[in-house]
RNA sequence: CCAGGGGGCCGGGCAGCCGCGUUAUUUUAGGAUACCGAGGAAAGUCCGGGCUCCACGAAACAAGGGUGGCGGGUAACGCCCGCCGGGCUUCAAUAUCGCAAGAUGGCGAGGUCAAGGGAUAGUGCCACAGAGAGCAAACCGCCGAACUCGUUCGGUAAGGGUGAAAGGGUGCGGUAAGAGCGCACCGCGUGACCGGCAACGGGAACGGCAUGGUAAACCCCACCUGGAGCAAGGCCAAAUAGGGGCGGCGCGCCAAGAGCCUAGGCUUGAGGCAGAUGCGUUUCGCAUCGACCGCCCGGGUUGGCUGCUUGAGCCGUGUGGCAACAUACGGCCUAGAGGAAUGGCUGCCCUUGCGGAUCGGGUCCACCCACAGAAAUGAGGGGGGAAACCACCCGCAAGACAGAACCCGGCUUACAGGCCCCCUGGCGAU
RNA sequence: UGGGGCGUCGCCAAGUGGUAAGGCACCGCUUUUUGGUAGCGGCAUUCGCAGGUUCGAUCCCUGCCGCCCCAG
């Protein structure tokens, strides 16, 4: 009983950039990233936002239209692997990071992926931001690359 | 060897580094170590069960049900096995064979398909076409009669035509023409008797055609079904709010007055007013209640534990059975997770495809040598050439469908490639 | 987990056993100097897919595929 709270008290107060980022749960969490700073890749879309002192956090989004549940574990995998991998030098400090997966983002090379993560995490550090996803067709004004 | 059909099985392997999940051990803690870690469909959620709670005296009715030949298997099933009856087996594609036969057609074997009770229990429907489509019907035709001589009346289902379907078929007799009107055979119905557990098969004799199709149209008959679902259900249980009981205390607004303190505020507060409920016939009167504190009780939201994986289990051998399957013995333990764990790489091997290379093998072509032969030719040897084939070598690419969520038995659907067995036909050799 | 509904021309849709209405859009012609309007004509060959029942299926039955909704 007393091993929960001996263990949620100190990940809430003091920041620990060495440890493992935290996993968010929430769906006001994803809603609130939204309004944060977006970063588009061919493979992913990167979202941050700063979330108060609560750490880094990461979270993944995959939807039922990327395909069946193998290919959607699949990518959750593969994000997770990056994330751990890049998250630690490179994420925001106390921003959460959300990834949402795209369609050609199962097939994509794991190396360029990285690098492209990596890329968008410096991107967001400036605080630029691609402009939201509307409906309808939009010509490729940010061409990015 | 080739082609086709049916059934069953496997569904990449071995290592290395960094990581993931459960459990166990260990560590003050961070953590460390070890074991194990998706499927034949885990899928769709279409059937049948186990399990859990609720309900329940029985029967009948209602409602629902693709349950519907018979026998067996099974915990059970709409599943499986065997059989019965039926359809198809047509030029060809993709399986045919035998008998008989002038051709078509036919019979049988084999193959294959199917939700295969009831159409005299009742109701409905059968478009268009056609004269007529359901207790039959007269358009043309055929026959008879009448007369005004091309019309009317009557008889007739053999023929024409329409249609998916036209109320038994063929032949002979018969008749004005016809008609089961009569007869023979076939079909149909009833059916003594025989065989079979049964479905059903064979069938003496009789009837004398009366009875179209559709029930995956309504329906009838027989049979089956209580409802909900692991977010079932059980246990523990915080903060806050709210419920009940007991005890203390005594209230919303105004407020005389009293106490405290620096003008002003704080505390207390007789009394009045207002509200709710109840009683008395309305005005009205009477009674009760409200806020807060403490203790106890019950419910149980977030959360935690459990249900949770040893089970109609899997493997091997034997026995019984045509089979589905059953049974005896031996061995084995094989995911149990909170929206839920398998990823990032590397090497070698395997399979498949493509390209390159051209050493080897068989195959083919002509030539030479020796043997047999009249010759054609046959088998053996030698060196030569070749589009394509096989194996070897090198390089590249690919390795499907798809992820347990309480658990089983089925069905359905998806699936690269490979292996095995059985059956049918063709070709070659013996 | 349990339950319900839909799929018909590019779009909206009627039809529910007997040769698939209609509107918008599109195409062609006429009217007009031109455009619009108006008029006439055309436009469904897998009625989501595959089987089956039936003489005959968009309709009835079954199985798939896709989409949507409801309860927890």
Redesign the pocket.
Known sequence: MT??VS?AIPSTVTTSPP??PT?I?QRRDFLAANSGIRVARPGFVLLARPNGGLGTRYGITVT??I????????M???F???L??ALPEAGLPDHDHILIGRDRGVER???T??TELHAALTRALEGKTDPPRKHGNRPRTGNRR
């Open positions: 091993l929960p263990r440890s493992k996993v749960c039922k239209r395909g069946n549940a193998v290919v959607r574990n699949r959750k995998r593969r997770r692997e990056l751990w991998d090379d794991f190396t992926l990285k």
